[in-house]
Nanobody
Framework: VQLQASGGGLVQAGGSLRLSCAAS????????MGWYRQAPGRQREMVAR???????DYAESLKGRFTISRDNTEKMVYLQMNGLEPEDTGVYYC?????????WGPGTQVTVSS
């Protein structure tokens, strides 16, 4: 299983970023996919998840600013992040479940300056 995230970077508060995750080695169409993040000194937390049927759920505090989507043909998952805040700074990881275990990719750094 490989999950390769990209699209992170440095952005000013109020700006937007779109993260992408390319998945391979899995039957993508049947898998729940998602994004987690980890800020410095904090535990990793769920950002958003999307089921094989495209049902999405979000961390409560992020509803309305972030949107998760997927392309089953391209085996891609996306996270559109709008209205970014300095508190959104962290490493963002693409996620799925494989053989009943959580799997994360290497992550992409998002830094939001004030």
């Amino acid at each position: 299983v490989q999950l390769q995230a990209s699209g992170g970077g440095l952005v000013q508060a109020g700006g937007s970023l779109r993260l992408s995750c390319a998945a391979s080695g899995i039957n993508f169409r049947t898998k729940i996919m998602g994004w987690y993040r980890q800020a410095p000194g904090r535990q990793r937390e769920m950002v958003a998840r999307i089921t094989a049927g495209h049902a999405a759920d979000y961390a409560e505090s992020l509803k309305g600013r972030f949107t998760i989507s997927r392309d089953n043909t391209e085996k891609m998952v996306y996270l559109q992040m709008n209205g970014l805040e300095p508190e959104d700074t962290g490493v963002y990881y693409c996620w799925t479940v494989y053989n009943w275990k959580d799997v994360w990719g290497p992550g992409t750094q998002v830094t939001v300056s004030s």
